[in-house]
C-alpha cells in the first residue's frame, strides 16, 4: 500500500466532495496508515468483519464509520449501534426499520437512501418512482437524518453512461432537497464529480488491489 496514492486522487477531487475510503478487505493497520494522513471516513460493508477493525481502532475517535454493504434485517440493530452513517437503505421496510431500531438505541444515524437508476439485476434500490411516492412518509419517520441519495452503476457502461445516470441520481437528490450524492467508485469516480457527487467511495484507488 502506498499512501502517496491518497495525497493524489484527495488533491484532484474539488474541497466539496469528500472521500470515503473504502476498507473492506483491508486491515486495521491499513486503515490507521490512511488516517494518519488525514483520511477519517472508512465505509465497510459486512458487519462482522467492521466490528473486529472497530474494536482494533477503538481509541482512534476521528473515525468515522460508514456502513455501505447490503443490508441484512437480523444485521440492522448492530449496524444502528456501530455506525454513524448507512449508505445502503434500499427499501421503505428497512429505513422504518431503522428507524425504530435507533429510537430504541437512543441513536440518530446520516442515511442516505439506494436508488436504482440503471437496469442491473444484482444492484438493489428504491426505484426512482416509488421514492417520490413514499417521500411523505420518509420524512415522517423519526430517528434517522435523511442526508442524501446513494448510487451504484451497473458496470461495463460508458464513461457518458455514467455520467448520464450520476445525473439522474443528482437531480433526484436536488427534488427532495438533500444535499448528498454518494456516487462514484475508483472506476468512475470522474463522472460523479461532474455530475456532482459529494461522497466518493474509493478503495482499491487509495489502498491498491486487495489480495
Known amino acids: 500500500m502506498n499512501p502517496s496514492n491518497y495525497l493524489k486522487i484527495k488533491d484532484k477531487i474539488p474541497s466539496n ?3 470515503l475510503a473504502v476498507s473492506k478487505g483491508f486491515s486495521s493497520h491499513e486503515i490507521k496508515t490512511i488516517q494518519n494522513i488525514g483520511q477519517n471516513d472508512f465505509g465497510e460493508s459486512k458487519f462482522q468483519e467492521a466490528f ?3 474494536l482494533i481502532l477503538k481509541d ?3 473515525i468515522n464509520w460508514h456502513f455501505i454493504g447490503k443490508l441484512q434485517s437480523n444485521k440492522l440493530r ?3 449501534q456501530n455506525f454513524e452513517f448507512i449508505h445502503s437503505v434500499d427499501s421503505f421496510e428497512k429505513l422504518q426499520k431503522i428507524s425504530h431500531v435507533s429510537f430504541e438505541e437512543n441513536k440518530n444515524p446520516f442515511i442516505m ?3 436504482k437508476l440503471g437496469d442491473d439485476p444484482n444492484k438493489g434500490g428504491f426505484n426512482p418512482d416509488l421514492l417520490r411516492l413514499k417521500w411523505g412518509e420518509i420524512q415522517e419517520l423519526k430517528n434517522i437524518r435523511l442526508s442524501g441519495l446513494m448510487t451504484i452503476n451497473p458496470r461495463g457502461l460508458s464513461s457518458k453512461e455514467n455520467l448520464e445516470l450520476f445525473k439522474k ?3 433526484l437528490a436536488d427534488s427532495f432537497q438533500l444535499p448528498d450524492c454518494s456516487m462514484g467508485m475508483s472506476g468512475d469516480w470522474r463522472e460523479a464529480v461532474e455530475a456532482g457527487a459529494t461522497w466518493l467511495r474509493l ?4 489502498f491498491g488491489d486487495r489480495s
Do not use: E, P, W
Not at 478503495?203 to 487509495?206: D, R
Open 78 to 80: 448492530k449496524i444502528v
Open 17 to 19: 466532495v469528500k472521500i
Open 113 to 115: 437512501l439506494q436508488v
Open 169 to 171: 441520481c443528482r437531480s
Open 60 to 62: 482512534f475517535n476521528q
Open 203 to 206: 478503495g482499491s484507488l487509495i
Open 52 to 54: 473486529a477493525k472497530q
